[in-house]
């Protein structure tokens, strides 16, 4: 039982090139050894005219160049094998060969794009970035790793303020323990908003608990990567334990900050159920983690597929099934109204005004927002083929370097946690 919980909790990283976490401190060398990640920094903010933009160097994110990145991982289909690669090639050289003028009008060619739109959406719970947008670039998550940037204040509190009072079913008239946007409260008030998250159905109650989580897994990250100490010739990163007392500790936050960390081990519960519930999805033959590269590919999807065999026998997973139980109709528009929430908190993310904050935000975002797909899809997982396309469920390659980062991260909140508790040990 020790390893297993050693061997999850310590699960930090990308697991979409498995290889990487094997370079301790310093970057790998080659392309098959590092993440990733497509990603569009420069979407606007679909809410509000925001023009400040975090200037610090520490917000920055250092794209890829077009060079440096697999060709398997560049290629346009989303799909994951070499075979499935070349079979498109060759469709569409055939159909060059062999075509019918199926012109469109411009207007029909609209709505079609808005259909395909509609039906690949209909079942996520994040707006993905558009890939083949010219502003999309591949962002190697190695070289980018979520710290501290000096990102905060105001702009910062606004945007955690819009995600919680009006994304998470909460009426204005409830007002949120610590806000730091809102006058200061008694206790009184503090105890009205418990008594309405408790009286919650689970799914709204739970939904709160994931952004929570999620809040507090980030500024576990945060406080871990803290910039110590800055001088001419170097950088100098650790934890910062005052940073973290300030967010956690039970006395100075009044009993939030114990709140916040059992949110954090609910969302890990979470995206470690989805992650044994999606093992058929990547034990298909047909799956492969396609680079281009054959060798690397075959012992990236062995090493997946360990992984996830251990992660399905771990016991005390979330069970979900309590999730929209009871009348059918009302369970289906509950679902609906669940998933819309999050695909908005999804688009918030565009309104972070540092460039690396808002990398890992919308990674971590759509990471749960794929965890969420996944545990919301058991009957389609269950009814795939074991071979061939499936139409029923799939995810893309951003869902799935989203999926295994996200819960990476987490992990290695989980892993913090633990470091902290020896440091404050250390100094008592």
């Not at 060759?90 to 469109?104: F, K, T």
């Not at 503090?190 to 952004?211: D, H, P, Q």
């Not at 956690?248 to 995206?271: A, H, M, S, V």
């Not at 991260?409 to 892993?415: L, N, P, Q, Y």
Request: include cysteine.
């Amino acid at each position: 039982m020790g390893r297993r919980w050693g061997f999850l909790i310590g699960l930090v990283g990308a697991v979409w090139l498995l290889g990487s976490g094997r370079g301790g401190q310093q970057p790998p060398e080659t392309a098959a050894q590092r993440c990733f990640c497509q990603v569009n920094l420069k979407r606007p903010c679909p809410f509000w005219n925001d023009i400040n933009q975090c200037g610090r160097r520490d917000c920055a994110v250092k794209p890829c160049q077009s060079d440096e990145v697999p060709d398997g991982i560049k290629s346009a289909s989303y799909k994951y094998s070499e075979v499935a690669n070349n079979l498109i090639e060759e469709c569409e050289q055939a159909e060059r060969l062999g075509a019918v003028d199926e012109s469109l009008s411009e207007e029909t060619q609209k709505a079609v794009l808005q259909w395909t739109k509609h039906d690949d959406s209909s079942d996520s719970f994040c707006e993905a970035d558009d890939i083949q947008s010219p502003d999309a670039e591949y962002v190697d998550l190695l070289l980018n790793p979520e710290r501290y940037t000096g990102y905060k204040g105001p702009d910062a509190w606004k945007i955690w303020n819009v995600i919680y009072e009006e994304n998470c079913f909460k009426p204005q008239t409830i007002k949120r323990p610590l806000n730091p946007l809102a006058s200061s409260q008694g206790k009184s008030e503090e105890n009205t908003f418990y008594s309405w998250l408790e009286g919650l159905c689970v799914e709204k109650r739970a939904f709160y608990r994931l952004i929570s989580g999620l809040h507090a897994s980030i500024n576990v990250h945060l406080s871990a990567r803290y910039l110590l100490q800055e001088t001419w010739l170097e950088k100098k990163w650790g934890h910062n334990i005052t940073e973290f007392q300030q967010r956690f500790d039970g006395i100075l936050t009044e009993g939030e900050g114990p709140r916040r960390l059992k949110n954090l081990y609910f969302l890990y519960l979470i995206e470690l159920r989805a992650l044994s519930k999606v093992v058929p999805f990547f034990e298909r033959p047909d799956f492969q983690l396609f680079t281009g590269n054959k060798v690397q590919d075959a012992e990236n999807k062995m090493l997946l597929l360990e992984i996830l065999h251990e992660i399905k026998s771990f016991p005390l997973h979330f069970d979900e099934n309590s999730f929209f139980a009871g009348d059918k109709k009302e369970a289906n528009k509950l679902k609906e109204d669940f998933r819309l929430h999050f695909r908005n908190i999804s688009r918030i993310m565009d309104c972070v005004g540092c460039f690396k904050c808002r990398l890992w935000g919308k990674l971590q975002i759509q990471g749960l927002g794929t965890a969420l797909k996944i545990l919301f899809s058991e009957k389609l997982i269950a009814n795939m083929p074991e071979s061939g396309p499936s139409y029923e469920f799939h995810l893309t390659r951003q869902e799935i370097v989203s999926l295994f980062n996200a819960f990476g991260r987490i992990s290695t909140s989980v892993k913090e946690l633990e470091n902290f508790r020896n440091l404050l040990q250390n100094i008592h």
